[in-house]
């Protein structure tokens, strides 16, 4: 089963091809839900934490398409980066549109098992 790609993009609201929509969302192979910065603390600094991916990198994915905002006002820390990569896991930060545009290419594509997990604001 492939990720589910995502079919529209505004500020503050992303819809996924399922139909849910969300403001922050990770996806999957086979799925998607909202990203709640609230289970793991997460805030603009230092920005996404490895217990943030966890449960994308969990589900088997090659890779990891990470949009940090609108404006990249999201942190991506090294330490972030090095959960990743130790997992066997390539990942790659863009600007949410430009994130947005990459992860659907790949899925499109049939690239592997992709992931992503993407801020819809700033």
Same mark, same amino acid.
């Given at each position: 089963?492939?990720?589910? #790609?995502? %079919?529209?993009?505004s500020w503050g609201s992303m819809k996924v091809e399922s139909g849910?929509?969300?403001?922050?969302?990770? !996806?999957?192979?086979?799925?998607?839900? !909202?990203?709640?910065?609230? #289970?793991?603390?997460?805030?603009?600094?230092?920005?996404? @934490?490895?217990?943030?991916?966890? *449960?994308?990198?969990?589900?088997?994915?090659?890779?990891l398409i990470i949009g940090n905002g609108m404006e990249q006002k999201?942190?991506?820390? %090294?330490? !972030?980066?090095?959960?990743? %990569?130790? @997992?066997?896991? *390539?990942?790659?930060?863009? @600007? !949410?549109?430009?994130?947005? *545009? %990459?992860?659907?290419?790949?899925?499109?594509?049939?690239?592997?098992?992709?992931?992503?997990?993407?801020?819809?604001?700033?």
């Amino acid at each position: 089963m492939g990720s589910p #790609e995502i %079919k529209d993009i505004s500020w503050g609201s992303m819809k996924v091809e399922s139909g849910d929509t969300y403001k922050d969302c990770k !996806t999957w192979p086979g799925g998607s839900r !909202t990203w709640d910065w609230r #289970e793991t603390g997460t805030r603009h600094t230092p920005g996404i @934490q490895p217990a943030d991916l966890k *449960e994308i990198i969990d589900m088997g994915i090659d890779v990891l398409i990470i949009g940090n905002g609108m404006e990249q006002k999201l942190g991506v820390p %090294k330490e !972030t980066l090095d959960y990743v %990569k130790g @997992q066997s896991v *390539e990942s790659l930060v863009l @600007q !949410t549109e430009k994130a947005v *545009e %990459k992860y659907n290419s790949l899925v499109k594509g049939g690239r592997g098992r992709i992931g992503g997990i993407f801020h819809s604001t700033c």
